[in-house]
């Protein structure tokens, strides 16, 4: 069965960081594109970050551009979102997305909770 599982989540303080990971297991992960995702509460899901399955090309929110960091290993089948400077605004839940747009197929993790509050 196909999973993703995200960890990593937690509370922190403005300014501070985290580091988010996604395990992938059931189908083959070097062949898709990984994304992270956030939404907070009364809010559209909003696209954070993707990194392509080939070059490791990437791309970023405005918001987060300069702060966030987005990496994958195809020998562990992870992706991972580090996180710096963290803002109140950064406050929601985090998805992990596996895409292999040639065949329109998308899989979704389960989301942990990201609060960044003093």
């Known amino acids: 069965q196909v999973q993703l599982v995200e960890s990593g989540g937690g509370l922190v303080q403005p300014g501070g960081s985290l580091r988010l990971s996604c395990a992938a297991s059931?189908?083959?992960?070097?062949?898709?594109?990984m994304s992270w995702y956030r939404q907070a509460p009364g809010k559209e899901r909003e696209l954070v970050a993707v990194?392509?399955?080939?070059?490791?090309?990437?791309n970023y929110a405005d918001s987060v551009k300069g702060r966030f960091t987005i990496s994958r290993d195809n020998f562990k089948n992870t992706v991972s979102l580090q996180m710096n400077t963290l803002k109140f605004e950064d406050t929601a839940v985090y998805y992990c997305?596996?895409?292999?747009?040639?065949?329109?197929?998308?899989?979704w993790g389960q989301g942990t909770q990201v609060t960044v509050s003093s």
């Open positions: 997305k596996a895409s292999w747009g040639d065949y329109g197929i998308e899989h």
């Open positions: 059931g189908f083959t992960f070097s062949r898709y594109a």
């Open positions: 990194i392509s399955s080939g070059t490791g090309w990437t």
